[in-house]
């Protein structure tokens, strides 16, 4: 696992205004594609300072060239994988050194693997749970004592629709985000005593990123994202919004919710309707 490694710090334009509307300091995790290289992105078109996290630099050079293009009024790149707390740690401890302060946290980094629980390699299994739910408990452990002390901020778990459903042949995924929104739950109420650090779920649906066609997958399928599927950037400005309306939840489409009812009022209908349907449509062999 790689630790820290600063890139490069590239200069642009812009103010700093520490806890106002911006610009903000921002680091974005997973941010080499999909969710997390738009919020990038889109933090950059703010004029912010942001900082691009990922397992290793490779696509981020370009990102931060892109951001600083964008209107960021810096970019740093950091490698580091949320697996290793050590290295969590020293993103946090190097941004803090650097800036004096970090305004929000937005988390994107996720893998996901497809297979019917018993097919699933253990190993498969073990990496979704760690990256997905540990990973974000890592970022949370570190980031937290930072905004309590600062007394502000916005730490956004990027969860999933499946962290409120269940779906056919994603156990590993389906269980790392139901534990990243019970995860976030538990970190708002704990932070309730200071009401300008925010802890937010951003629960996309099916998103049209990379991620599928990376998924590990017991049965070498073909993974597509299942209908309704949203853009990366329309999931961006939905958490990008929270740093300056933060709610303890937020759903990026109407279509989630009308899945959320219907698994939870119509369990039947589910089972023998949309779970069938939902294998059909994203699970290709």
Same mark, same amino acid.
């Given at each position: 696992m790689q630790g820290l490694v600063p890139v490069r710090v590239l200069a642009a334009a812009g103010l700093?205004?520490?806890?106002?509307?911006?610009?903000?300091?921002? %680091?974005?995790?997973?941010?080499?594609?999909?969710?997390?290289?738009?919020t990038a992105l889109l933090a950059a078109e703010r004029g912010d300072r942001v900082a691009l996290m990922a397992r290793s630099e490779g696509a981020l050079d370009d990102l931060a060239d892109e951001c600083v293009a964008a209107g960021a009024e810096s970019a740093d790149v950091v490698t580091a994988d949320v697996t290793d707390d050590a290295s969590?740690?020293? +993103?946090?401890?190097? %941004?803090?050194?650097?800036?004096?302060?970090?305004?929000? +946290?937005?988390?994107?980094?996720?893998?996901?693997?497809?297979?019917?629980?018993?097919?699933?390699?253990?190993d498969d299994f073990e990496q979704v749970v760690s990256t997905n739910l540990l990973g974000s408990a890592?970022?949370?452990?570190?980031?937290?004592?930072?905004?309590?002390?600062q007394r502000y901020g916005v730490l956004v778990l990027v969860g999933s629709l499946l962290g409120h459903v269940a779906v056919p042949d994603m156990t590993p995924y389906v269980v790392s985000k139901w534990g990243v929104r019970a995860l976030a739950k538990q970190l708002s109420l704990e932070n309730a005593d200071l009401p300008d650090v925010h802890v937010v779920h951003v629960a996309p649906g099916s998103v049209d990123t990379p991620i599928y066609g990376n998924a590990l997958d017991s049965a070498g399928a073909v993974n597509t994202p299942p209908p309704p599927v949203i853009s990366p950037e329309r999931v961006a400005r939905v958490i990008y919004r929270?740093?300056? &309306?933060?709610?303890?939840?937020?759903?990026?489409? &109407?279509?989630?919710?009308?899945?959320?009812?219907?698994?939870? %009022? %119509?369990? &039947?209908?589910?089972?023998?309707? +949309?779970?069938?349907?939902?294998r059909a449509v994203s699970h290709k062999g």
């Open positions: 700093r205004v520490p806890g106002g509307s911006g610009p903000h300091v921002v %680091l974005v995790t997973g941010a080499s594609s999909g969710i997390g290289r738009a969590v740690a020293r +993103v946090v401890d190097d %941004l803090v050194e650097r800036h004096g302060r970090i305004d929000a +946290v937005l988390h994107c980094a996720g893998v996901v693997t497809y297979g019917r629980t018993e097919d699933v390699a253990a890592t970022v949370a452990r570190h980031v937290i004592p930072v905004l309590r002390r929270q740093l300056r &309306f933060p709610t303890a939840e937020s759903q990026t489409a &109407f279509s989630n919710y009308a899945m959320i009812w219907t698994h939870n %009022l %119509l369990p &039947f209908v589910w089972r023998r309707a +949309v779970g069938p349907v939902f």
